[in-house]
């Protein structure tokens, strides 16, 4: 069973103060360049994996989506999720990604935003979300990036001239790291970036489109806490599709 780190109280009050919390996925730096790789969702079936507080499925709605399903984990993310939402498109449901059941060949499109790198059994739950997809349906996710994941110490080496450097702990060693973030005891799974395109390209997945993403210049001058962003990567980007 993944860790259900949202549902602990210090991490969800710090979570609910972050801007991908409080202002939707406006908020979500990130939030433009996953546009850009989205297919149209007018009148197609999705589903929502790590949904959070539902702000995907209500902007998948929004553009005519036929039917939401968001599923996540968290009692709380969730009861939030549907204290915001009023429509009877989108469904929720609180289960555990490591062992969720989908039908086979529902869904266009399988969206997750940071929450594979949570997952100890992703083999498994990627066999769930290709036999959940309709032949040339999409399957579009962001995760933290590994060079992100695999950190000697949490923040910046600052060298005597000034210059930062973000430490790397034996990038090749996957598994679990044990972080201190919003909470004490955060589980995540560390693996390379080589080791999530080979295990789509297992399941059948067809990848085309990968981005290991930065903030662009005008993101850092409006919200200048970004400038860290750009010295490595945090989180990347990467969109497959089951063959047609």
């Keep these: 069973m993944a860790q259900n780190i949202y549902d602990n109280q210090d991490f969800f009050s710090g979570y609910a103060k972050l801007s991908r919390s409080v202002d939707g996925l406006d908020g979500a730096p990130e939030w433009s360049a ?9 009148g197609r079936k999705v589903v929502d994996l790590g949904c959070g507080y539902g702000w995907f499925c209500q902007y998948a709605r929004l553009q005519g989506a036929a039917e939401v399903l968001g599923i996540d984990v968290s009692e709380r993310m969730l009861n939030r999720a549907k204290e915001m939402t009023a429509d009877e498109g989108i469904t929720y449901r609180q289960e555990d990604l490591e062992n969720t059941k989908l039908p086979q060949q529902m869904y266009h499109l399988a969206y997750s935003s940071l929450a594979l790198h949570y997952i100890k059994a992703l083999p498994e739950l990627l066999t769930t979300i290709y036999n959940a997809l309709l032949p040339g ?10 060079i992100y994941t695999a950190p000697k110490q949490p923040g910046w080496l600052i060298a005597d001239d ?3 450097s973000w430490p790397v702990n034996s990038y090749q060693a996957e598994g679990e790291r044990v972080t201190n973030w919003l909470a004490e005891g955060v589980i995540k799974q560390h693996r390379t970036l080589g080791t999530y395109i080979n295990l789509l390209i297992e399941h059948g997945f067809i990848i085309r489109y990968l ?8 993101q850092i001058t ?3 806490a970004l400038d860290e962003e750009k010295e490595r990567p945090m989180i990347f980007l990467l969109s497959a599709q089951k063959p047609a």
């Design 34 to 42: 996953i546009c850009k790789i989205l297919p149209p969702l007018a």
């Design 137 to 146: 349906g999409n399957f579009i996710f962001s995760a933290e990036h590994p």
């Design 162 to 164: 000034g210059q930062k």
């Design 211 to 218: 981005e290991e993403w930065g903030p662009a210049a005008q």
């Design 222 to 224: 409006d919200c200048p």
